[in-house]
C-alpha cells in the first residue's frame, strides 16, 4: 500500500534558523506531490506542489521543495523561518493521477521569537 | 469568497446518536471529499463525490453515509456514533480529477463521541 512518512513530528527552531521537514513516500511510478499548511485556527491551505519538471519547486512565503525520484522524497525547506511560519505542515502524494491523496501524519513547527 | 464552509465545528455526541455534518463550497466545484483527522495520523479520505447526485467509498468508510443531492453540498452522517469517530473532520472541493487543481478545505469540525 502507499504511504507517506514524515520523520519529525514535532520541529523547534529559533527565528532567522534554516528548516528542513522531510516527506519519503513508497510507491515507484508517477506521483505528484505537494505540501500543504495549517496556521493556527486557519484552514489547510497549499503551499507549493510538482507535477513535473524542474524538480525544484517554489512555493509561497519563501518555501521551495525538491523531488528526488531516486529517493522518493519530497522534502521542505526554508532558508530563514519567520515566528510566523509556526504551522502543521503535511505532505501529500497523488499516484497514477487518481482522485485521492496520500497524507503523511504531519510535523507541527514551532518557531521561537 | 466564503471557499468552504463546514458546520457545526464542535460538537459533543453521546454514544449512540446521530448527527449530520453539513459541508458547503461556493467555487462550484465538481469534486468534493470529507477526511478525518486524527492524532498522529494523517488526513484519511472517508467518501468523496465527483458530482451532484453522486457518492463513493474513501479509506475508511465504515460507520459513515453521505449524500450529495445539490452541487454546493455534501452531507456525512453518522448514523450511530462510537467513540471511535472522536476526530476532526474536514471537508474540501476541488474542481476537477486533475490534481493540478487545488483542493481547498474547510476550517475542520471537531466531534467528541462519548
Known amino acids: 500500500a502507499q504511504s507517506v512518512s514524515q520523520h519529525n513530528h514535532h520541529v523547534i527552531l529559533s527565528e532567522a534558523a534554516s528548516l528542513e521537514l522531510g516527506c519519503n513516500y513508497s510507491?515507484?511510478?508517477?506521483?505528484?506531490l505537494f505540501w500543504y499548511v495549517q496556521y493556527p485556527g486557519q484552514h489547510l491551505q497549499l503551499l507549493l506542489k510538482?507535477?513535473?519538471?524542474d524538480p525544484l519547486v517554489k512555493g509561497i512565503k519563501g518555501f521551495e521543495a525538491e523531488f528526488i525520484k531516486s529517493k522518493f522524497s519530497f522534502n521542505l525547506r526554508k532558508p530563514s523561518v519567520q515566528w510566523s511560519d509556526t504551522a502543521e505542515y503535511f505532505c501529500?502524494?497523488?499516484?497514477?493521477?487518481?482522485?485521492?491523496?496520500?497524507w503523511g501524519a504531519g510535523t507541527k513547527l514551532i518557531i521561537k521569537p | 469568497n466564503a471557499g468552504v464552509t463546514q458546520t457545526p465545528k464542535f460538537r459533543v455526541l453521546k454514544t449512540g446518536q446521530s448527527m449530520t455534518l453539513l459541508c458547503a463550497q461556493d467555487?462550484?466545484?465538481?469534486?468534493m471529499y470529507w477526511y478525518r483527522q486524527d492524532p498522529g495520523m494523517g488526513l484519511r479520505l472517508i467518501h468523496y463525490?465527483?458530482?451532484?447526485?453522486?457518492?463513493a467509498k474513501g479509506e475508511v468508510p465504515d460507520g459513515y453515509n453521505v449524500s450529495r443531492l445539490k452541487k454546493q453540498n455534501f452531507l456525512l452522517g453518522l448514523e450511530s456514533a462510537a467513540p471511535s469517530q472522536t476526530s476532526v473532520y474536514f471537508c474540501?472541493?476541488?474542481?476537477?480529477?486533475?490534481?493540478?487543481?487545488?483542493?481547498?478545505f474547510g476550517e475542520g469540525s471537531w466531534l467528541t463521541v462519548v
Open positions: 510507491y515507484g511510478g508517477t506521483v505528484n
Open positions: 510538482y507535477f513535473s519538471g
Open positions: 463525490s465527483v458530482g451532484e447526485g453522486t457518492t
Open positions: 467555487m462550484n466545484h465538481e469534486y
Open positions: 501529500a502524494v497523488n499516484a497514477n493521477s487518481n482522485y485521492q491523496l496520500i
Open positions: 474540501a472541493s476541488s474542481r476537477g480529477l486533475d490534481l493540478g487543481n487545488t483542493i481547498y
